[in-house]
């Protein structure tokens, strides 16, 4: 007797066979927001990476958005807080919530209605940037559409460890807390 799947386990499944076909980052990144965009039947699907030497997230990837277009404080926006708490956010009503940074619907144009969003986090504990779905097309997220998109940023992360990226991205984050940390000793030597 074949079983069936939830829904978020069977997409995850397949997102995660689409992601083993390539290890460039660019294909990854591209491949993925085409296909997660489908499953959240989402208007806008991007990834936020985090840049740890500027402590900027820089929109790496998105459907209808060239890539790097935006830039914002690793601290701004739901994405900021996603990065911070370490926590997944969803929201069903943009502008009436706190977190959200309406600079990006200004630049670009787009009216955010409703978002979820995921941290992209490693087996070390590194949150690499974020995943985020807007505007689901039939209504509202759900709790099933969170779970779909964590399983979804785990898989993505996976993904990107698997590319050679990966290693600079963790080399670049380790350079900076080192950086930052012997600066930090430093100044409190001269006060």
């Known amino acids: 007797m074949k079983k069936h799947l939830p829904e978020s386990q069977r997409s995850a499944m397949e997102l995660s066979a689409i992601l083993n076909l390539d290890n460039d980052m660019d294909t ?3 491949v993925s927001m085409y296909v997660i965009n489908q499953y959240m ?11 740890p030497l500027k402590q900027q997230l820089t929109s790496y990837s998105s459907l209808d958005l060239n890539k790097h277009e935006i830039r914002m404080s690793k601290s701004t926006g739901v994405a900021g807080w996603v990065i911070e708490q370490r926590m997944p956010a969803a929201i069903n009503d943009a502008y009436d919530d706190r977190r959200f940074f309406r600079g990006v619907d200004d630049m670009t144009g787009f009216r955010t209605r ?22 689901k097309k039939g209504g509202n997220f759900t709790p099933d559409d969170l779970e779909l998109l964590s399983h979804a940023a785990w898989l993505l992360v996976d993904a990107i460890k698997k590319s050679g990226s990966y290693e600079e991205m963790i080399t670049m984050n380790t350079a ?16």
């Open 41 to 51: 039947d989402a208007e806008r699907t991007s990834i936020f990476l985090l840049d």
């Open 114 to 135: 409703n978002l979820i969003c995921c941290p992209l986090i490693d087996d070390n504990e590194n949150c690499l940037g974020t995943l985020q779905a807007l505007n």
């Open 28 to 30: 990854i990144l591209s």
């Open 176 to 191: 900076c807390e080192e950086l930052k940390n012997g600066m930090s000793t430093e100044l409190a030597i001269f006060q």
